[in-house]
């Protein structure tokens, strides 16, 4: 956004909070020549396993109603809510694992990602009143420039710009691996699941979970704090090199201070607890103290309690 030439009022928090709603109302409230045009949200934050509740910030920015004003044969729209501004998410690492509710929520423009939890999606799904703002915006546009894609796909054409033909092939697949084979409810459990299994393992190696408090923590990924006299990326090094498992480094803040689990995606209980004996093996090589199968005994615990039997197995 900076890079764009907005000018941005950056909400800044320590690594491991969610979205401050109480500053958030403070700065929308002192706004009341509406000169701030747009919210923007991380629904889940990954590089801290961070996540923060959508319907929450949209309860601060208020309902909004869109009252549409014929004139003549021209359709303009009007807003009534709180504060009229756009509510902007990246859904990046949210979208088909973490409870999302576009519609619910009144989400303006939510972008999501190809390589996260829908797997090869294109970005971008927006409201009437982020396109009707969109007409009005003197901001730079290039590849994404809806105006481009609503003339094409009204004209049948869909497309400005070659389509990538194959990932929206891969799009429907993994569309339906959620949606019809497995159940977006079932998907969205099995990520908590997961999540609480990774939760208690980390606990039973006597580590924190980056996520200050529960509102906060992600279903798809759990940053783990070490202890300051290791180094994180010691144990992300050694997991990759001896026991080819890739874990996350922790990003800006939480650098050399946080290692991150993902859970996120086509993951099931066996791939997690494998998973979670290698980071037992990397934390002993490391020489941070853990009884071996410790973790895993707790994540078991989890599973064997919570996990339903395979749907079309029944
Ligand atoms: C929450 C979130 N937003 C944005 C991005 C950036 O996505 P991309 O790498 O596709 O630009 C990522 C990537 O990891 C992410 O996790």
């Known amino acids: 956004m900076k890079r764009l030439n907005f000018d941005v009022d950056v909400i800044d928090c ?55 004003t014929r004139h003549h044969q021209i359709v303009t729209y009007q807003y009534e809510a709180r504060h009229p501004v756009l509510l902007l998410v990246d859904g990046v690492s949210s979208v088909g694992a973490i409870d999302f509710r576009m519609d619910e929520w009144k989400v303006d423009v939510d972008l999501t990602g190809s390589q996260k939890a829908l797997s090869l999606s294109p970005p971008g799904l927006e409201s009437p009143k982020a396109i009707e703002a969109s ?7 290039g590849y994404f420039d809806w105006g ?103 990003l800006g803040k939480v650098a050399g201070k946080v290692f991150r689990i993902g859970h ?4 099931d209980e066996l791939q997690l607890l494998g998973a979670l004996a290698g980071v037992e093996l990397a934390l002993t090589d490391v020489g941070y103290p853990v009884t071996l199968g410790s973790g895993v005994a707790a994540a078991q615990a989890i599973l064997s309690r919570q996990t339903p039997s395979i749907a079309s197995r029944l």
């Open 14 to 68: 320590e690594g491991g909070e969610g979205v401050d709603l109480d500053i958030l109302r403070q700065k929308l409230e002192a706004d009341q020549a509406h000169v701030v045009k747009a919210v923007c949200v991380v629904h889940n934050e990954t590089s801290t396993g961070v996540t923060s509740d959508i319907g929450e910030v949209r309860q601060v920015l208020g309902i909004d109603l869109l009252l549409p």
């Open 135 to 141: 007409k009005h915006a003197k901001s730079t546009r």
């Open 148 to 250: 481009e894609y609503i003339k094409c796909y009204k004209s049948g054409s869909y497309w400005p710009y070659t389509p990538s033909v194959q990932l929206l092939y891969g799009l429907r697949a993994s569309l339906d691996l959620i949606l019809k084979v497995e159940g977006l409810e079932n998907v969205i459990a099995r990520h908590s699941r997961l999540a609480e299994a990774t939760r208690q393992a980390v606990i039973a190696w006597g580590l924190t979970v980056c996520a200050k408090e529960p509102k906060w923590h992600s279903t798809v990924v759990t940053g783990v704090v070490v202890p300051p006299w290791l180094n994180s990326n010691d144990v992300i090094k050694v997991a990759w090199k001896k026991y080819n498992l890739s874990l996350g480094i922790g």
């Open 264 to 267: 996120l995606g086509y993951v």
